[in-house]
Protein backbone atom coordinates (compact mmCIF):
# COMPACT_ATOMS: atom_id res chain seq x y z
CA UNK A 1 0.00 0.00 0.00
CA UNK A 2 1.52 3.44 -0.99
CA UNK A 3 2.22 5.63 1.63
CA UNK A 4 -0.22 9.19 2.52
CA UNK A 5 1.82 11.91 3.04
CA UNK A 6 -0.95 13.68 4.55
CA UNK A 7 -4.85 13.42 5.33
CA UNK A 8 -7.84 15.20 6.89
CA UNK A 9 -11.08 13.64 8.03
CA UNK A 10 -14.90 15.27 8.42
CA UNK A 11 -18.19 14.12 9.49
CA UNK A 12 -21.23 16.70 8.88
CA UNK A 13 -24.87 15.74 8.92
CA UNK A 14 -26.96 18.67 7.76
CA UNK A 15 -30.68 18.77 7.48
CA UNK A 16 -33.46 21.31 8.27
CA UNK A 17 -34.80 19.59 11.22
CA UNK A 18 -31.72 18.61 12.55
CA UNK A 19 -31.37 18.62 16.54
CA UNK A 20 -27.60 18.66 17.31
CA UNK A 21 -28.02 17.15 20.90
CA UNK A 22 -29.78 14.19 19.45
CA UNK A 23 -27.06 13.30 16.77
CA UNK A 24 -24.50 14.02 19.94
CA UNK A 25 -26.41 11.63 21.90
CA UNK A 26 -26.95 8.97 19.22
CA UNK A 27 -22.92 9.03 18.13
CA UNK A 28 -21.62 9.74 21.49
CA UNK A 29 -19.18 12.64 21.47
CA UNK A 30 -19.40 16.39 20.89
CA UNK A 31 -19.14 17.81 17.84
CA UNK A 32 -16.42 20.40 16.75
CA UNK A 33 -18.84 23.05 15.40
CA UNK A 34 -23.24 22.48 15.58
CA UNK A 35 -26.33 24.89 15.13
CA UNK A 36 -29.80 25.15 14.88
CA UNK A 37 -31.72 26.50 11.57
CA UNK A 38 -32.90 30.28 12.42
CA UNK A 39 -30.45 30.49 15.73
CA UNK A 40 -27.57 32.64 15.45
CA UNK A 41 -23.82 31.35 15.64
CA UNK A 42 -20.41 32.44 15.49
CA UNK A 43 -17.78 30.22 14.88
CA UNK A 44 -17.03 32.08 11.06
CA UNK A 45 -13.86 33.36 10.61
CA UNK A 46 -14.81 36.91 11.24
CA UNK A 47 -16.53 36.03 14.40
CA UNK A 48 -20.05 38.12 13.47
CA UNK A 49 -22.80 36.21 14.23
CA UNK A 50 -24.76 34.44 11.68
CA UNK A 51 -28.29 33.10 11.14
CA UNK A 52 -27.92 29.03 10.74
CA UNK A 53 -29.97 28.49 6.80
CA UNK A 54 -29.99 24.39 8.27
CA UNK A 55 -29.07 23.08 11.42
CA UNK A 56 -25.90 20.98 11.67
CA UNK A 57 -23.89 18.55 13.48
CA UNK A 58 -19.98 18.75 12.59
CA UNK A 59 -17.08 16.37 13.71
CA UNK A 60 -13.70 17.54 12.42
CA UNK A 61 -10.56 15.26 12.66
CA UNK A 62 -7.21 17.01 13.27
CA UNK A 63 -4.97 16.68 9.86
CA UNK A 64 -2.10 14.07 9.97
CA UNK A 65 1.02 14.44 8.38
CA UNK A 66 2.15 11.70 7.87
CA UNK A 67 -1.42 10.70 6.57
CA UNK A 68 -3.39 8.18 9.40
CA UNK A 69 -7.04 7.91 7.96
CA UNK A 70 -7.70 5.43 10.50
CA UNK A 71 -6.62 7.06 13.51
CA UNK A 72 -8.26 10.14 12.64
CA UNK A 73 -11.39 8.36 12.63
CA UNK A 74 -11.10 5.89 16.07
CA UNK A 75 -9.74 9.35 17.64
CA UNK A 76 -11.76 11.99 16.55
CA UNK A 77 -13.60 12.59 19.67
CA UNK A 78 -10.76 13.28 21.73
Avoid at 6 to 35: F, N, S, V, Y
Amino acid sequence: MAIISRTMACLRIIGDDLIPADITGKLGCEPTHQMIKGEPFSWSANGNPRIARSGMWWLEAKEREPGDLDSQVSRSNS
